[in-house]
C-alpha cells in the first residue's frame, strides 16, 4: 500500500513563511489528484488545496493567494509553499489523494503559527 510521509512544518511567527513536503512511496498521480488538508484541535479536518496530474489547482477560499500547491511527478512529493502565515493557519496538515481520500493518512506534520 502506498505510504504517505508529510514534513517541513514547524513553529513560525505570523507572516512567516514555510514549506511541506508530502512523499508518496509509489507513484499516485497516475491514479488521482492530490490534496493537502489539514486538522486544527477540535475541528473537523478540511481540505486546503488539490492539484491534478494536469496541474490544475484549487484553494480553500481562506488560504487562497498566499498558499501555493505543487507537485514533483518524477518524486512522487508534493509541496504546499504557505505565505503570509495566520495564527489560524495552526492545525496538522496531512496530504491525501482528492476528492476521496483513497490511502492510508501518513503522521502529519505540525504547523504552529505564533508570536
Known amino acids: 500500500q502506498v505510504k504517505l510521509a508529510e514534513s517541513g512544518g514547524g513553529l513560525v511567527q505570523p507572516g512567516g513563511s514555510l514549506r511541506l513536503s508530502c512523499a508518496a512511496s509509489e507513484d499516485v498521480f497516475s491514479i488521482s489528484a492530490m490534496g493537502w488538508y489539514r486538522q486544527a484541535p477540535g475541528r473537523k479536518r478540511e481540505l486546503v488545496a488539490f492539484v491534478t496530474n494536469e496541474g490544475f489547482s484549487t484553494y480553500a477560499e481562506s488560504v487562497k493567494g498566499r498558499f501555493v500547491i505543487s507537485a514533483d511527478h518524477a518524486k512522487n512529493t508534493v509541496y504546499l509553499q504557505m505565505n503570509s502565515l495566520k495564527p489560524k493557519d495552526t492545525a496538522v496538515y496531512y496530504c491525501?489523494?482528492?476528492?476521496?481520500?483513497?490511502?492510508?493518512w501518513g503522521q502529519g506534520t505540525q504547523v504552529t503559527v505564533s508570536e
Open positions: 491525501n489523494t482528492w476528492p476521496t481520500e483513497r490511502l492510508s
